[in-house]
């Protein structure tokens, strides 16, 4: 009876698995065949909030359905991981916030259609051209800012996705002399490059929030698109 029981124990398991892998999102599972780590299994001390899985973003929908969780390269993932440990050392009970890791090929192309207003020499500045790929797209770049002890996300000096210069990196000492970015935002702008360049990641000159783990030259070279 006992074997039965164990049998039939055994039976359900096995088809309760399986029921949860069809209703696993496509696009995730396509990651983990293509190794991409989850995030927060492999780095409890980050946040994720995935702009493009809610209407906060410019195209003011939900881009990713079912796509909810952050997906890294295991190599992007480490330096994530130095990344928070740093920022943690420095500013006690801070967070690393994710907005944005793995993105689908697919999905790049939604963003660039949607972005008609600027010709494509300029909507390259903020979103790349799905022909040339993004790091985005190999699971080797990150958006993301910090996240107070209370899990706000600290003032930058314009929201995420922000199309303009105030978003610019290299245009924070003018716009700060002009009195249109706060001493704080910036500060709290370099908190973020901080920690994250330090840990390996490099900085562009477009948006506060973006960092590439890799060149798209060497992303190229050493991952497969995720489609």
Not at 78 to 90: F, I
Not at 162 to 183: D, H, M, T, V
Request: hydrophobic share 40%; aromatic share 10%; proline share 4%.
């Amino acid at each position: 009876m006992k074997k039965l029981i164990g049998f039939a124990g055994i039976i359900l398991l096995l088809s309760l698995s399986l029921q949860a892998q069809k209703t696993t999102c496509a696009a995730e599972l396509s990651m983990q065949k293509q190794g991409l780590v989850e995030v927060t299994s492999q780095v409890p001390g980050v946040l994720v909030e995935l702009k493009y899985a809610t209407a906060d973003n410019f195209m003011k929908k939900d881009v990713y359905g079912c796509l909810t969780h952050a997906y890294l390269q295991k190599e992007t993932m480490a330096k994530l991981k130095k990344a928070q440990a740093l920022l943690e050392k420095e500013h006690p009970g801070y967070h690393l916030l994710i907005y944005d890791a793995a993105r689908p090929l697919s999905k790049q192309w939604e963003l660039w259609n949607t972005l008609t207003e600027y010709p494509p020499a300029k909507r390259r500045t903020y979103v790349a051209d799905p022909k040339e790929h993004s790091i985005h797209n190999y699971g080797s770049a990150i958006d993301l800012t910090v996240a107070d002890e209370k899990g706000n996300p600290l003032e930058m000096g314009t929201k995420y996705d922000f199309f303009g210069e105030l978003a610019y990196p290299k245009e924070e000492a003018r716009f700060l002399k002009a009195g249109k970015l706060s001493q704080k935002a910036i500060d709290n702008r370099l908190i973020l490059r901080k920690a994250m360049t330090q840990a390996g990641f490099t900085a562009i000159d477009y948006e506060w929030w973006h960092f590439n783990a890799f060149s798209r030259k060497v992303a190229k070279q050493l991952f497969q698109v995720v489609p």
